[in-house]
């Protein structure tokens, strides 16, 4: 738990948990009150906190983070409340009964290890939480019965209470760091469905905070095994660029040639994708070219890859 605690107050460190909530800091901050459901009760049959007890964790986890460096206020930073550690309205709450429901060694062949290229392309794992959690939320066998679930809020309420309940489970069997892995992984693909402009908040970063590459250390820590390619010197796209106000044929073009040269590399998965359009872009701001030429030149992130399925 120690090393998710740590990258959790890392990810959400005070000057940049607000520019990165939806990408890094939220996501991991949520991954965190995962696995703390999942191991709070782990020596019981339990999934879930109780209620009398759940206000003074949450409490304790939000200050324990603030007293390491992270943004005090990340309860309301990503709209998380301590309720989400009691299972809500998921009437599955205790292990006997979850195995009972769900067929937990489909849901594990799935999820155990969750494979961050296929995953976003080809869910595998993300259906089988869905699958788990209509099971223990009672949804399927009203969807068996061929009647309207989707319409009615108390419905989707208690499965989303349940995946969480799935999530606590999944905690309880791994290890912390397995299960934050995938659990981040999951994150990043419900991300590039959602947001077109995730990697926006990463090169606002290195906009609004930085000279130079240096000041986010957990990310630049990572980047050795998570993005293993070679960063030419851009010259001639720092030359086209640096002093361009409105959409350039010729720095767009010299900017699409690059980009086309760094996807020749490898393959680029979702989260490398993300991370490359970051550092190219502090590459650009330190070669004086103040203007986001991704906006100018609508480079999207999926440019990057040539995956094809990363928005």
């Known amino acids: 738990m120690l090393n998710i605690t740590g990258k959790t107050t890392s990810d959400c460190s005070l000057p940049v948990a607000a520019l990165v909530r939806n990408v890094i800091c939220c996501p991991q901050l949520g991954s965190l009150l995962h696995i703390f459901q999942g191991y709070y009760s782990i020596n019981s049959d339990k999934l879930v906190l109780r209620n009398a007890v759940v206000n003074d964790c949450f409490s304790d986890i939000v200050s324990i983070l603030a007293s390491r460096g992270a943004n005090s206020t990340l309860h309301t930073v990503c709209s998380v409340k301590s309720s989400i550690l009691t299972g809500g309205s998921c009437p599955v709450k205790d292990v006997n009964t979850f195995e009972k429901m769900v067929n937990t060694s489909k849901l594990f062949e799935a999820c155990s290890t969750v494979d961050p290229l296929k995953e976003c392309c080809r869910p595998a794992c993300q259906p089988a939480i869905m699958e788990a959690a209509l099971q223990i939320s009672g949804t399927q066998m009203i969807l068996n019965e061929n009647k309207n679930v989707f319409g009615k809020t108390n419905h989707i309420e208690s499965i989303n209470d349940c995946k969480g309940v799935v999530y606590s489970y999944f905690s309880r069997k791994l290890p912390p760091d397995v299960a934050n892995t995938a659990f981040r992984i999951l ?11 995730m990697y926006l908040a990463l090169f606002n970063i290195y906009f609004t905070y930085c ?17 293993p390619l070679e960063f030419n010197q851009p010259s001639e796209v720092i030359k086209a660029c640096r002093n361009v106000a409105a959409p350039s044929p010729s720095c767009c073009s010299s900017l699409n040639t690059y980009i086309a040269g760094i996807q020749k590399q490898m393959l680029i998965t979702n989260k490398q994708a993300i991370i490359c359009a970051t550092i190219f872009g502090s590459i650009l701001r330190k070669g004086g070219v103040m203007t986001n030429v991704y906006e100018l030149c609508d480079v999207d992130l999926k440019d990057f890859s040539i995956q094809g399925c990363l928005l």
């Open 211 to 227: 000279s130079g590459c240096l000041c986010y250390p957990s990310l630049r820590c990572e980047l050795a095994w998570i993005l």
């Open 187 to 197: 994150s990043a693909c419900k991300v590039n469905k959602g947001t077109v402009s």
